[in-house]
């Protein structure tokens, strides 16, 4: 016999295969999820950062599926933001590439992209990676270029540092629970050489 049991408040699985008086445990990977509260202090910071420019914008936060986990439209952004920072946002985490260089990318030898249903491919939207894992996306519109776009996301995801929770599915009350804390702004190592945030 098999049971399965899913845990529908977080991403772990754990899969128990009992014969008789003999059990089996299957240990499966951790992952990193970017939680609510996480996703409004990105969001927080992000819209911070673009304000003190003078420029009031959207963001907007994806899991690594593309699902929303926030929506911020500040006040005074146009309409038309709310997609389009959820469209870079949705491009960054499909492609796990910043939208500058996908515009480059469409520029240059990949002009297909630009159809691609759901993806605008402007700057502003950024993968969020710990180490080489994509967790999720960030997409920000509505300052007057995308490159004041992009640097507002880059703001708001150096203030987070490692504080991304972890699931491990073989610890369900750690999946449940399990928020990573005493994080220092060392941990935070952005690597702007290819504009690819890795949170480490």
């Known amino acids: ?17 009992s014969n008789g008086s003999n059990s089996t445990s299957l ?8 939680s609510l509260k996480l996703a409004q202090q990105i969001a927080t ?26 929506l911020a439209r500040g ?20 492609f796990q590439s910043p939208t500058s260089a996908l515009e ?3 520029k ?13 491919v402007l700057p502003g939207g950024l993968p969020i990676k710990v180490n080489d894992e994509l967790i999720g996306g960030i997409g920000v519109s509505g ?17 987070i540092g490692t504080d991304i929770p972890s699931v491990n599915a073989s610890d369900t009350t750690n999946a449940i629970n399990n ?8 941990d935070a190592n952005i690597n702007n050489n290819n504009n690819t945030n890795n949170l480490v």
């Open 27 to 34: 240990e499966l990977n951790t992952q990193h999820v970017i």
């Open 179 to 186: 928020q990573l804390t005493n994080t220092t702004s060392q």
């Open 143 to 159: 300052a007057p270029s995308g490159k004041i776009d992009e640097a507002c996301a880059n703001a708001g995801l150096a203030t």
């Open 1 to 17: 016999m098999v049971i399965v049991i899913f845990f529908s408040s977080s991403i772990a699985n754990e899969v128990i295969a």
């Open 104 to 106: 480059e990318r469409a």
């Open 75 to 94: 006040d005074g952004t146009t309409g038309a933001s709310v997609e389009v920072a959820r469209d870079k946002a949705y491009a960054a985490t499909g």
């Open 45 to 70: 910071a992000t819209q911070a950062d673009c304000s003190e420019k003078g420029f009031p914008v959207t963001v907007s936060i994806l899991n690594k599926d593309g699902i929303d986990i926030l």
């Open 108 to 120: 240059t030898s990949s002009p297909g992209i630009i159809a691609v249903e759901g993806f605008t």
